[in-house]
Nanobody, 115 residues
């Protein structure tokens, strides 16, 4: 089982940058692919970015391609999401998810983007 804790969400101006972190418990962290998802009020949760267990493969949603970068440090059991050129439409609660045979979600961190 994996427990995930997201952090780093806060209020930021449009055009600014923010770095989210997802800290995981467990000794098998490197066996899990990790994804970032987000959910805005009144909308369904959507995929943002994902990274393979080794960190060798990454995938980005079209809406964030070229602006967001996902990375991981398996020695520290963390996955980061570097978010640049933030837009008001990026405002949401951001969740990380560890996926293997089962999926495990964190509790989320709020990102607010002001004009």
């Amino acid at each position: 089982q994996v427990q995930l804790v997201e952090s780093g969400g806060r209020l930021v101006q449009a055009g600014g940058s923010l770095r989210l972190s997802c800290a995981a418990s467990g000794r098998t962290f490197s066996r899990y692919a990790i994804g970032w998802f987000r959910q805005a009020p009144g909308k369904e949760r959507e995929f943002v970015a994902a990274i393979s267990g080794s960190g060798g493969y990454t995938y980005d949603a079209d809406s964030v391609k070229g602006r967001f970068i996902i990375s991981r440090d398996n020695a520290k059991n963390t996955v980061s999401l570097q978010m640049n050129s933030l837009k008001p439409e990026d405002m949401a609660v951001y969740y990380c998810k560890a996926q293997r045979a089962y999926g495990y979600w964190g509790q989320g961190t709020q990102v607010t983007v002001s004009l």
